[in-house]
């Protein structure tokens, strides 16, 4: 069975970080990638970056190079998303997913198996 | 990077009714396109990948076709659990990009 399970909401103030986790099972950290993609408020859908945890190979997105840092933890199944920096803009759910197929990283993915999200708030 | 479009922004129609949603992209994507259903609070859903092929348990009255540029996702008839924002999102190249939403509503 795929699992998916994300860390809980959090609350944070500008210029700082945050820090989400999403358990995996060990189906998925073996064998698939995983991508972060976030939702602001009534907005859309934004790709943040994405790791295949067996290799710890990473990819993120031109928008948040620089600022977010994706790893993954074998010994828990456990993958991370760290956004330093946080503006109000960073507001939003952060959703974890694992990409669709085999051959992680090769090329890019959809995502067939998501988490249930963790809201972010950043605020004074 | 490749930017999609999706049209209209929203569709009003009523349960049983047919529900054509369109995207578009920038560049040619080939096929690798994916469409996506959302509910309030609730994460997105992959309902069709590659641009026709329906995801594990998706009903078959959700359809996708296209190739290059153009998109299509058909619901040939509305149940009360369609309605919902749908997303398109290509593979073609990194990063990942999605389209802005369709919100179908009921009329």
């Known amino acids: 069975q795929v699992q998916v399970e994300q860390s809980g909401a959090e609350v944070k103030k500008p210029g700082t970080s945050v820090k989400v986790s999403c358990k995996a099972s060990a189906s998925t950290f073996s064998s698939y990638a995983v991508s972060w993609v976030r939702q602001a408020p009534g907005q859309g859908l934004e790709w943040m970056g994405g790791?295949?945890?067996?290799?710890?190979?990473?990819k993120n997105a031109p928008k948040f190079q620089g600022r977010v840092t994706i790893t993954a933890d074998e010994l828990t199944s456990t993958i991370y998303m760290e956004l330093s920096s946080l503006t109000s803009e960073d507001t939003g759910v952060y959703y974890c997913a694992r990409e669709r197929g085999g051959n992680p990283g090769s090329s890019p993915r959809d995502l067939d198996y998501w988490g249930q999200g963790t809201l972010v708030t950043v605020s004074s | 990077e490749i930017v999609l479009t999706q049209s209209p922004a929203t569709l009003s129609l009523s349960p049983g009714e047919r529900a054509t949603l369109s995207c578009r992209a920038s560049?040619?994507?080939?096929?690798?396109l994916a469409w996506y259903q959302q509910k309030p609070g609730q994460a997105p859903r992959l309902l069709i990948y590659?641009?026709?092929n329906r995801a594990t348990g998706i009903p078959a009255r959700f359809s996708g076709s296209g190739s290059g540029a153009d998109f299509t996702l058909t619901i040939s008839s509305l149940e009360p659990e369609d309605f919902a924002v749908y997303y398109c999102?290509?593979?073609?190249?990194?990063?990942?990009?999605f389209g802005g939403g369709t919100k179908v509503e009921i009329k």
């Open positions: 560049q040619s994507v080939s096929s690798y």
């Open positions: 590659d641009a026709s």
């Open positions: 999102q290509q593979r073609r190249n990194w990063p990942l990009t």
């Open positions: 790791i295949v945890p067996i290799s710890a190979t990473t």
